[in-house]
């Protein structure tokens, strides 16, 4: 969401997020992914513009702009939580089960 890391490791401010925002559309038009994949809570609610739990999101596919959208734990919190990594493991299957789906389409 951001284009630096904010000290001490807090959340960013709106205005923070409102400057790096047109980078972040740009640089998705340009690549224009299959998939996205959101590291953490912030990212994801910042994305997707919901105030949902990143617990509720892990649980669904979204979508940004037309986009599948999964959102798992950040690498911050694993090292946090090492209980999270199995879950965070099932993610990533999720996730290329869902890349190789959609490349199968195409």
Known sequence: IL???PPENRDPEPDEVRACEP???????????????CLGRHAAMTLLQTRASLGSM?????FYRG????????????????????????DVRRLRALHDALLARD
């Open 67 to 90: 986009i599948p959208v999964l959102a798992t734990y950040h690498p911050a919190a694993l090292l946090r939580n090492p209980h999270w990594k199995r879950d965070t493991w099932d």
């Open 23 to 37: 980078f972040l559309v740009r640089q998705l038009e340009i690549l224009q992914p299959k998939v996205i994949c």
């Open 58 to 62: 892990r649980q669904d596919v979204s």
């Open 3 to 5: 284009k630096c890391r």
